[in-house]
């Protein structure tokens, strides 16, 4: 294991950074704001796509390929825009030009998606009202797909220039304050998303956005999306006014010119990453396996396994479907609640407990909660559990168990946030490394998981042919392997440090 470290060096990228310009607390939380408008159509994504997907002709078994694009975006994008951010010497600072410029390309992804089925409509698919018709519309699909795509390079975009930004304002108030923040507008962000994917009644207040192409779900998710755009532009105005950069000094970032760039650069930085920063790695990717069976797959889950409906089935069948799927998000949304609650308990037990400690601990956490979705969707199922009396009672029990579940994983979520960022940005200050750089090949641990359980998820649900289940209950096991890997892997690092370094390596 490392040793202890006491951190309270600079870092950045293209020689020594920019001096921090002196922010408040309040500063700090909008300059923040345009995490909680990235996050907001995360949320949606989330919750409302990968079933959305299925009632255009895509099948189950393939969602989760479609779930590829985010982690090759995120293992080439945001390293590649990590490093560059590091050596931007626009006058607008070294992140904001990415974080608006991936803001505006979201706005435009998003609603395309939310217009996929009118796009398709316009393009051949059937002319039959959307009320009569339920078979594949391609055309639809192929827009769906283009747009979600293009939604995940943006959101990329922006992630990583967005945690540097609040590493290089943070200053005074440390990772953990920065961190926390972040966190907070996450969850803030969640929440309002959440929301809107839990109602139904979006087509009611904008009857307009329904056609012929666009039934009532379909408004729904399209009436959602145009509010999230809104949303986005107003927290990116905000942030580009609060966030006060110094440009880097062209001089400074000169000094890199005639360097590897681009990918090259990321695999020269795997060659000299601080000291206990591959157990980290290993660490992250391990964690995020056990993680991205339930973020992928939640509400389709609740949708399919507790309320026994398919989006593709008879008339009863789809509601039964929709209606999970909107509690899903609404369960989503109250765990979205727990996540900012907690996100501010993270910092004293962690001085407390030490990160390792906590990291470990939530882990384990995780461990039970991934069984326990398996079990409780096998027992709705039918699997076991025997004959009941009363099976009104018994359905009532196990929704109202899965929504539990859903909000109770908001803690351990929190963790995931904030704890292996604050980990890495404390190890790249002991290297005098990029935070940008370092944050992007970490990025690389969490989106190579992602592909796996995207390639993966679909083959191994269909072999034991129980949906969601069999990804669920691997989840269970990797959170596990996690654990014992974190007890084992991670460095010690000192309690005390924990808030003294900033994300970006700084005082």
Known sequence: MADHMELSVESGGGGRPPPRPQISLVGLFLACMVAGGVQYGWALQLSLLTPYVQTLGIPHALTSVMWLCGPIAGLIVQPCVGLSSDKCASPLGRRRPFILSGCIVISISVVIVGFS?????????????????????????????????????????????????????????????????????????????????????????????????????????????????IFLGFSTMVTMIFAKETPLDPELAKQGEGEATGPLAVIKGLKNLPTGMPQVLIVTGLTWLSWFPFILFDTDWMGREIYHGRPDGSPAEIAAFQEGVRQGAFGLLLNSVLLGISSFMIEPMCRKLGPRTVWVASQVLVCIAMALVAILGAWSLGDFGGNVQDVAATEKGLKTSALVLFVFLGLPFAVLCSVPFAVTAQLAASKGGGQGLCTGILNIAIVTPQMIVAIGAGPWDELFGKGNIPAFALASVFAFTSAVAGTIMLPKMSKSSFRSVSMGGGH
């Not at 009532?216 to 755009?229: G, I, M, P, R, T």
Request: with cysteine.
């Open 117 to 229: 089925s009118d796009i398709g409509y316009a393009l051949g698919d059937t002319k039959e009202d959307c009320k009569d018709y339920t078979g594949p519309r391609y055309r639809a699909a192929a827009a769906f797909i283009l747009g979600f795509w293009l939604l995940d390079f943006s959101n990329n975009t922006v992630q990583g220039p967005a945690r540097a930004l609040m590493a290089d304002l943070s200053g005074k108030h440390g990772p953990s304050a920065a961190n926390a923040i972040f966190v907070s507008w996450m969850a803030i962000g969640n929440v309002l998303g959440y929301s809107s994917g839990s109602t139904d009644k979006w087509h009611e207040w904008f009857p307009a956005l329904r056609t012929r192409a666009c039934c009532e779900a379909c408004a729904n998710l399209k009436a959602a999306f145009l509010v999230a755009v």
